[in-house]
Structure formats: C-alpha cells, structure tokens
C-alpha cells in the first residue's frame, strides 16, 4: 500500500492559519497524509504579504523549502503567492503556484504521479502542529476599507462572510468531536453579516444554538467594537 504524503508550513495570520487546517482537512478526506517538514516529496507554504517583511520571510521560506533535496514539487499558495506570482515561480522550477485550497488538493494529485510515494512502513514522521486543540474557524474573508497602507485587500478582495447557519453547524460539529474552544477568525472579522446578523447577532446565535465551551474573537478593528457586542461578551459568562 503506497500513501501521498506532503508537509505544511503556514506563515502570517489567524485567517492562513485557519485555511491551512482546512487544507489538512481536505487533504486527509482525500487520503493523502501530512507528515513533518522535510520528510515528504511535496511540500506547501502558505504565504503572507501583510507587511514588507512578512513578505520577505514568505521568500525565504519558500527557497528554504526549494532548496530541500527530499522536496521535489513546492506548491505556494496564499496572499504572498497570489499577488507575487512570478517572484514565486521565479525561485525555483520546483515551485508550482496554486491561488485557492481546491487547487492546492488537485495539484497534489497531479504532482503525486511524478513523485514516489512511501511504502506503509516509511519512516516519516507525522505532523503535530497544523491542527491544534484550538481551531480556528474561518468565518469572514476580504475587506471593501482599502485602507492605504493595507495591501491585504488587493490579495483578498473583496468582503464576503460565510453563511450564519453554516458557521452554526460547524461550531456544532467541532463542539461534538471534543473541542472545548473555537477561535472565530476573518480577515476584518467586525464586519461579518450574513442573513441579516451582524457579528454580535452571529454570536447570539452561536450562544443559542450550539454548546461550545468558548468562543474567542481573533483581531476586531476598534471601530466594530460595539456597546452591543461589549455588553453580550459580559453576558456570556465566559462563553465569549
């Protein structure tokens, strides 16, 4: 029996964090496994440019990994990779650019029939640090400020939030396999609406409807930190 195998390396904010367990997610669903770095064929860097140097060490990563002699394909994706294209493909002929997790999942099948894959009693090493006790949960993505000195707009386009049921359900199912604490995260989370519910009705409903332990906000800008929403998180006896 012969498994694909890849490894993972995520840079820059809750948001990439957040696709990347998605990415493992989907990867596994597809019986393909993710194993430490530097012990797969394939490997994949998703990638940041929300400052100059966030986008420099996203480079550097990525000739790190090029340069690996166990790595023959290096699949980049994220912000960096989808405004810095060429910059990317430029580094290596090893590296293939990828602009979306579908992508990601469908090149992997195709580099896995160029590369050898390991036998059942291959020696690398599984991956311990992508999925955590504390996922996060990709509920908002994009930005319409286009503030001047922000170049994350420009990767991300423009603001869109997953539907409030659908954020219901997956809190509902990540509560059911065991998780204690649920990290809402978006790209300008304060601005999620969905369904007419604005992020403090989102909560609500959240409260409401599912029996997670905890709910915890990644970054909000100060001007969406509302009355309202202060005086639900004093409310939710520590569910928020």
Request: glycine fraction near 8%; proline fraction near 3%; include cysteine.
């Amino acid at each position: 029996m012969t498994t694909t195998r890849v490894s993972l390396q995520s840079l820059g904010c809750r948001v990439n964090r957040a696709e990347t367990e998605d990415l493992q997610r989907s990867l596994a669903s597809h019986g393909i496994e993710v194993v430490a770095p530097g012990e797969a064929p394939i490997a994949i860097l998703t990638t940041c440019c929300v400052t100059a140097e966030a986008e420099a060490k996203s480079r550097k990563a990525a000739r790190r990994m090029a340069r690996d002699p166990e790595v023959g394909h290096l699949i980049v994706w994220g912000c960096g990779a989808r405004l810095f294209a060429d910059d990317f493909r430029g580094i290596s002929d090893r590296v293939t650019i990828a602009r979306s997790l579908d992508e990601v999942v469908t090149l992997v099948g195709e580099l896995a029939t160029q590369t050898p894959a390991f036998d059942e009693d291959g020696v690398c090493a599984p991956a311990k640090a992508v999925l955590r006790a504390r996922p996060n949960l990709k509920i908002q993505d994009g930005c319409d400020r286009r503030c001047s000195y922000c170049i994350v707009w420009k990767a991300r386009g423009a603001s869109r939030s997953l539907d409030a049921d659908q954020v219901a359900y997956l809190v509902s199912d990540l509560s059911a396999k065991g998780f204690g604490e649920v990290v809402l995260c978006g790209v300008n989370l304060g601005t999620y609406a969905s369904n007419g519910l604005d992020l403090t009705g989102l909560l609500r409903k959240l409260l409401a409807e599912t029996d997670v332990g905890r709910l915890r906000l990644s970054s909000i800008e100060p001007q969406d930190v509302t009355d309202e929403l202060l005086d639900l998180m004093a409310a939710s006896d520590g569910r928020i």
